[in-house]
Nanobody, 124 residues
Framework: QVHLVESGGGLVQAGGSLRLTCAASGRTFGHYHMGWFRQTPGNERDFVATIHWGGTNTIYSDSVRGRFTISKDNAQKMVYLQMNNLKPEDTAVYYC?????????????????WGQGIQVTVSS
């Protein structure tokens, strides 16, 4: 089992920054992909970013590339999402995610574990 807990969300003005943290525990993550998704009311959960736990490969959605950065601390089992130049359309519940595979996926149906989610609100 894998347990994920997000923190760091909140309210920020457009153009501002936030850093989300995901604390992971449980099984070893050597070959897993960690990532972030987000969801707004009435919509599907959308892929944001992913990073391979055993390496440095990162993938971003087009909507956040150049503004968001995903990183990790293997020793602490933490995954971070640095969000800069935030826009009102970034407002969503953000979820930490784990895919127990060496192959990343952007579809939420391919995710094996989810955090409980954390609200990010960007005001205009």
């Amino acid at each position: 089992q894998v347990h994920l807990v997000e923190s760091g969300g909140g309210l920020v003005q457009a153009g501002g920054s936030l850093r989300l943290t995901c604390a992971a525990s449980g099984r070893t993550f050597g070959h897993y992909h960690m990532g972030w998704f987000r969801q707004t009311p009435g919509n599907e959960r959308d892929f944001v970013a992913t990073i391979h736990w055993g390496g440095t490969n990162t993938i971003y959605s087009d909507s956040v590339r150049g503004r968001f950065t995903i990183s990790k601390d293997n020793a602490q089992k933490m995954v971070y999402l640095q969000m800069n130049n935030l826009k009102p359309e970034d407002t969503a519940v953000y979820y930490c995610a784990v895919r127990t595979s060496t192959v990343y996926a952007t579809a939420p149906s391919r995710i094996n574990y989810w955090g409980q989610g954390i609200q990010v609100t960007v005001s205009s």
